[in-house]
């Protein structure tokens, strides 16, 4: 989007004049039309006039030269052709605005001519004076212009002033603006949100890469330890625990590393391929991965087949996370279920476990990046904090939902009670 900068004063101030200019032409012409048309009816009429008065004069016995002389004047020009043939008056050598041809009751003609040159003149008078007025307001209007238009952008001002205030780095000012249902008050508010949301992310951001960062050291410190104590040791016994625990930290920090490039590429905007998938053979496929990761773990799929449309791996992905998360919650003792369900264009996974479930205070939170409701457990599993955070992203990239819900949300297996309960909602495949 290419957004065209031209002064927005100097574009009002034309605009505004133009439009005037063009409404101002329009009315010249228009009462220019106007005075011609009256004028025409004004001349007909006074030629109608004269042509009566004539027929009077003829009953009050004026006759020949006498009566032309008394019906001319006033731009109006008479020829009289008496019943003999004798001719009193001429027509006009110039243009005739009008002209009224009478029979008088003395068997005379009489024709009145209304010369063109009184209207033309009357009409020149008038459009020079609408020429000087329409001028004139112009210039007023331009000048008056310039000052009200100044004034009426000055919240502009202020916004540029503003921006260039937070771009020096002065964060936290806002317009503030004290109507919202005007033009410059909706675009205020957007832009005092606009801030809001940048400034959110902003922190968010640096509050991710320094968590991230903190989370990075850990396993890079432990491995540059290893490696160093493994450069010293000679017993073989000792170099091959070494190289476990190398081993173990570098896994550790790959993890970490994979799970920080896999937000970045759905915070870019991931477009996940799509097809027709079964989330209830999605979720048997997870229970036999679990089982030959823990063979005496109790983990079942419920349900009924039930399709979406998206992309196996990332729904595999999620459901993964969910069940290993679970999994290390509840530990060895414990059972996971993984319930599909169907109702109201949606297909419903929950996953239940009888762990120790998520206090209200952190269904939510839990779902923010690098976040542990239990540090000690999750750094001894390898657990980076990413794993349900990845899960919802990859999620609403499928036009779904995941959500933590409070127990009573779902029954528990025979014998048992229902600690965490977390439930991914997606699109029935039509």
């Not at 329409?134 to 310039?146: D, K, P, Q, S």
């Not at 999994?327 to 319930?339: I, K």
């Not at 479930?357 to 980076?384: H, I």
């Not at 794993?387 to 949300?409: K, N, S």
């Amino acid at each position: 989007m290419t957004l065209r900068t031209a002064s927005l004063r100097r574009r009002v101030t034309l605009s505004a004049i133009g439009l005037l200019g063009v409404v101002l032409v329009g009315v010249v012409l228009v009462v220019d039309a106007l005075f011609a048309a009256q004028s025409q009816r004004d001349v007909e009429t006074a030629l109608l006039e004269k042509s009566r008065v004539a027929q009077q004069l003829v009953k009050q016995r004026v006759r020949g030269k006498d009566l032309a002389d008394r019906l001319e004047g006033r731009g109006v020009e008479v020829r009289l052709v008496m019943p003999d043939g004798e001719v009193f008056g001429q027509a006009p050598h110039e243009e005739v605005a009008n002209s009224v041809e009478r029979q008088l009751a003395d068997g005379s003609r009489i024709t009145l001519y209304a010369g063109s040159s009184v209207i033309t003149a009357a009409q020149a008078r008038l459009r020079r004076l609408l020429l000087l007025v329409g001028f004139g307001a112009l210039a007023v209007t331009a000048v008056a212009m310039v000052l009200v238009v100044r004034r009426a952008l000055a919240p502009l001002d202020a916004v540029t002033t503003l921006a260039r205030s937070i771009a020096r780095g002065h964060r936290g000012y806002r317009l503030n603006p004290t109507r919202a249902d005007t033009e410059l008050g909706r675009t205020a508010a957007a832009f005092d949100d606009m801030l809001d949301s940048l400034e959110g992310s902003e922190e968010r951001t640096k509050r991710f890469v320094a968590d991230a960062a903190h989370e990075l050291r850990t396993p890079v410190a432990g491995v540059q330890a290893v490696a160093e104590a493994l450069m010293q040791t000679g017993s073989a016994e000792e170099r091959e625990r070494l190289n476990l625990l190398l081993v173990r930290e570098s896994r550790r920090a790959g993890r970490l590393v994979d799970d920080l490039l896999a937000l970045a590429r759905i915070d870019a905007g991931l477009e996940p391929h799509r097809e027709r998938v079964d989330l209830l053979a999605l979720a048997e496929a997870e229970v036999g991965r679990t089982r030959l990761l823990a063979p005496d773990f109790d983990v079942a799929a419920e349900g009924r087949p039930a399709h979406v449309s998206g992309d196996p791996q990332r729904l595999a992905q999620v459901l993964a996370n969910l069940t290993d998360n679970a999994r290390q919650a509840t530990g060895l003792d414990g059972w996971v279920r993984l319930r599909v369900s169907a109702a109201d264009g949606l297909v419903v996974l929950t996953v239940v476990d009888d762990g120790p479930g998520v206090a209200p205070a952190d269904r939510e939170r839990v779902f923010d990046r690098l976040v542990r409701l239990d540090e000690a457990r999750d750094r001894r599993s390898g657990g980076s904090g990413l794993g349900l955070a990845i899960a919802r992203a990859l999620v609403r990239a499928h036009g779904g939902e995941l959500v933590c819900l409070p127990p009573h949300a779902a029954g528990a297996p025979s014998g048992g009670g229902v600690g965490a309960v977390f439930q991914v909602r997606l699109p029935a495949s039509p």
